[in-house]
């Protein structure tokens, strides 16, 4: 498999948990925020890593966003405004997944949402043009 067919492929796990994640806060009733939240996570991470995998640098097994983010900004100055939502998004990797480790809010979890949307945006604007622009 070549470097940019792995890349799409993260990508596209990154687009997927966001679908996911859109679907169990909108659709669901009750709102399922835990899992919504978890996915948030999820999708940034695959996001960041796919960004990395683009550069042809090898990411570390990390849940870690802000440890990610940092990597990418060594790329792409662009990332520095998303440290802080990465900051946000980290704890939903563990925390969220367990009984008692966390109150999420719906307020909360439609930020997450946010935040996670904005950074796979951002990373799908930085891959894309690069994409097309090989295969031309």
Aim: glycine share 2%; proline share 4%; aromatic share 8%.
């Amino acid at each position: 498999m070549s470097d940019r067919e792995e890349v799409s492929r993260w990508m596209s796990r990154a687009h997927n948990d966001i679908i996911v994640a859109r679907h169990s806060f909108d659709d669901l009733c009750p709102k399922q925020l835990e899992i919504c939240c978890y996915l948030c996570q999820q999708a940034a991470e695959k996001a960041l890593k796919a960004f990395l995998l683009f550069k042809e640098y090898e990411f570390p097994w990390t849940h870690d966003l802000v440890k990610l983010c940092q990597l990418c900004m060594d790329f792409d100055n662009g990332f520095d405004g998303l440290l802080n939502d990465c900051s946000d998004l980290t704890p939903y990797a563990t925390q969220a997944r367990y009984p008692n480790k966390i109150e999420i809010e719906e307020t909360e979890t439609a930020a997450a949402l946010s935040k996670a949307e904005k950074l796979v945006g951002m990373v799908t604007g930085l891959i894309c043009p690069a994409e097309e622009s090989i295969s031309q």
